[in-house]
């Protein structure tokens, strides 16, 4: 299976500034790569898929980048709503698999 | 709009079988795929298996073979997991997730844009 590593595992970060989390993949998964925002008590929602497009009614500020083993989620100006759990996902092989998150926290 | 609707918590003792129920609206049922993902307390986020609510084919998690099934009932539009000789590590949140658009020319293929609606989650406790 493949194994999806995340890192940091926190970033703390300032309302206003940028974050960029990132995700490798310990083989490629073409561009087969959706990003989930999680918060406390809620399910996860998914905000990027196909590496870098965003999901319907997502903001603008939300970007993808990256192919094949490496991946980059970055927040361009974090605002109060952002700080939560970033989980990124594989879909190019069976079994899905996810990395284990990055919390974004406020600094 | 389109909605997953799970059913409610569970209490169960190790060794029993749960059932957990995810009711669909809003969208055309056997144009998607289903796959239920689990979240222990503090833990990430792991996929157990996927149905295609058109034909039934299924794909498990080798981890979960033989203690998971997941079915889907076209008449009701809802899928099901069960899983089935519990332990208490498999204390968690049950998420059913719409996974994978049916290829209008080849019903069998499916275009996958990630998970793109969760339902609100199932809490299930093994606890003796």
């Known amino acids: 299976e493949i194994v999806m590593t995340q890192s940091p595992a926190t970033l703390s970060v300032s309302p206003g500034e940028r974050a960029t989390l990132s995700c490798r993949a310990s083989q490629s998964v073409g561009n087969s790569l959706a990003w989930y925002q999680q918060k406390p008590g809620q399910a996860p929602r998914l905000l990027i898929y196909d590496t870098s497009t965003r999901a319907t009614s997502i903001p603008a500020r939300f970007s993808g980048s990256g192919s094949g083993t490496e991946f980059t989620l970055t927040i361009s100006s974090l605002q109060s709503e952002d700080f939560a759990v970033y989980s990124c996902?594989?879909?190019?092989?069976?079994?899905?698999?996810f990395g284990q998150g990055t919390k974004v926290e406020i600094k | 709009q389109v909605q997953l609707v799970q059913s409610g918590a569970e209490v169960k003792k190790p060794g029993a079988s749960v059932r957990v129920s995810c009711q669909t609206s809003?969208?055309?049922?056997?144009?998607?795929?289903l796959s239920w993902v689990r979240q222990a307390p503090g833990q990430g986020l792991e996929w157990m298996g996927w149905?295609?609510?058109?034909?039934?084919?299924?794909k498990y998690a080798q981890k979960f073979q033989g203690r998971v099934t997941v079915t889907a009932d076209t008449s009701t539009r809802t899928a099901y997991m069960e899983l089935r000789s519990l332990r208490s590590d498999d204390t968690a949140v049950y998420y059913c997730v719409r996974e994978g658009e049916r290829d209008t020319y080849n019903p069998t293929y499916y275009f996958y844009f990630g998970m793109d609606v969760w339902g609100q989650g199932t809490t299930v406790i093994v606890s003796s």
């Open positions: 996902q594989q879909y190019n092989n069976w079994p899905r698999t």
């Open positions: 149905i295609s609510a058109f034909n039934g084919n299924i």
């Open positions: 809003g969208y055309t049922f056997t144009n998607y795929a």
